[in-house]
């Protein structure tokens, strides 16, 4: 087999799986080990997967457009936001990053009080903010909407300026919603841009709520930006049933499923 062939093969094994062994591979192909480890130092230096220990994980899970996502498992969603909501005190600062999830969380945010809430997404301030303005409405919440480039697309800011205004908080928690989680790769996004957006207000807030349902549980994506013992709640629609997921996130996190 010409390693061209090879090659092919491999993208369409990992592709397929999500996450292969060198050992398997080798099987598969009928090849030595040493040969499928070249193989994949040659595919991630042209951005077809992730090398991990003893074996590579699929990076070409690229996220649809926000209008699309914001269409799909929307009641899993909204059961996961009131999960996310529950794990959340009023007076809390929390950082929320931009995504059709967090957009149905700023609805449930809205239920508590004295929250500050610091966010890049146009939908979550507007939400936030649009309830204070409501006739008899409190306002006890602040909302603070992090400056920056323009992202149209998904509605949100980004890029350095973005980044560091985070730095300049301090948050009790960070509410992000990946693209992906897996066990070795942990929590990922498609977009280098929303991934730095997302690994600042990680590093800077005490805990770390992620909102990731069935379709993104053992999925990788381009950009990995908080590993999995980072994580301190793991929110999902449906039991998980991955056991290197669990394993790793026994460790650290609560997993709670709606």
């Not at 003893?54 to 926000?66: D, T």
Request: proline share 2%; glycine share 6%.
């Amino acid at each position: 087999m010409w390693h061209h062939e090879r090659h092919q093969r491999i993208c369409s094994l990992i592709n397929t799986f999500n996450q292969l062994s060198t050992e398997k591979l080798a099987s598969e192909l009928g090849v030595s080990k040493e040969t499928v480890r070249r193989d994949l130092l040659h595919l991630e230096a042209v951005g077809e997967l992730q090398r991990i220990h003893g074996g590579a994980i699929s990076v070409n899970k690229e996220e649809p457009p926000i209008n699309i996502r914001s269409k799909l498992h929307v009641n899993e969603k909204k059961s996961m936001v009131k999960l996310a909501r529950s794990q959340i005190k009023s007076g809390q600062t929390l950082f929320v990053d931009a995504g059709s999830t967090t957009t149905l969380l700023a609805e449930e945010l809205n239920k508590l009080s004295g929250l500050i809430v610091i966010t890049n997404s146009w939908d979550v301030a507007y939400i936030l903010e649009s309830c204070n303005q409501e006739e008899g409405a409190s306002g006890s919440n602040q909302v603070i909407l992090l400056g920056g480039k323009v992202n149209p697309q998904l509605k949100s800011t980004f890029g350095q300026q973005t980044v560091s205004e985070i730095h300049t908080y301090r948050a009790d928690m960070a509410l992000l919603s990946p693209v992906g989680i897996e066990a070795t790769f942990g929590a990922s996004s498609y977009d280098h841009d929303e991934a730095a957006v997302a690994q600042a207000m990680v590093n800077n807030a005490d805990k770390v709520l992620l909102l990731a349902d069935h379709s993104k549980i053992g999925k990788v994506s381009r950009v990995s930006y908080c590993p999995t013992k980072r994580v301190d709640f793991l929110i999902s629609d449906q039991p998980i049933n991955d056991a290197l997921m669990m394993d790793a996130l026994h460790q650290s996190a609560e997993v709670l499923t709606g």
